[in-house]
């Protein structure tokens, strides 16, 4: 391979990495453990007036 090939080779693969943190991060929202839901939803029906 010559040199110039391989240094664009490297500045491509530089780029399109930078161009990947850039990007903004998918549609779909981020998972969130059972254990973790249960704990969000604990303070959430503790907060709740009970009558």
Do not use: C, G, H
Not at 24 to 50: C, F, G, H, N, Q
């Amino acid at each position: 391979m010559n040199r110039k090939k391989k240094i664009s080779q490297i500045f491509k693969k530089r780029l399109k990495k930078a161009n990947a943190k850039k990007a903004p991060l998918s549609t779909k929202p981020r998972y969130i453990s059972k254990a973790d839901r249960v704990d969000i939803e604990k303070p959430a029906s503790d907060a709740a007036p009970t009558s």
